[in-house]
């Protein structure tokens, strides 16, 4: 069973940065691709960065140029490094592992980001 646990969340002020980190457990990790999406109350859930198996990126207009994806296979963990940070980044942030083999997916359970104004 593929095991995903996002830490890293916090409270923070604009213009502060944190680090996210989903460590993955259960399979072979550079099998995967990978991805950050987050959601808040009410929306649905948006993609904010995606990282392949070979390690292409890919990200969302609002984050481009402030935050990077990134993930290292020998700690089977993959990183979202997010600067410049603004109230709009407040959400949920949650991982997401997709096979390349099998197409399945999974989902980590979140951790919580607050931008303060």
């Known amino acids: 069973q593929v095991q995903l646990v996002e830490s890293g969340g916090g409270l923070v002020q604009t213009g502060e940065s944190l680090r996210l980190s989903c460590a993955v457990s259960?399979?072979?990790?550079?099998?995967?691709?990978m991805g950050w999406y987050r959601q808040t109350p009410g929306n649905q859930r948006e993609l904010v960065a995606w990282?392949?198996?070979?390690?292409?990126?890919n990200y969302a207009y609002s984050v481009k140029g402030r935050f990077t994806i990134s993930r290292d296979n020998t700690r089977r963990t993959m990183y979202l490094q997010m600067n410049s940070l603004k109230p709009e980044d407040t959400a949920v942030y949650y991982c997401?592992?997709?096979?390349?083999?099998?197409?399945?997916?999974?989902w980590g359970k979140g951790t919580l980001v607050t931008v303060s104004s």
């Open positions: 990282i392949t198996s070979g390690g292409a990126t």
């Open positions: 259960g399979d072979i990790f550079s099998l995967y691709a």
């Open positions: 997401k592992a997709v096979s390349v083999n099998s197409g399945m997916a999974y």
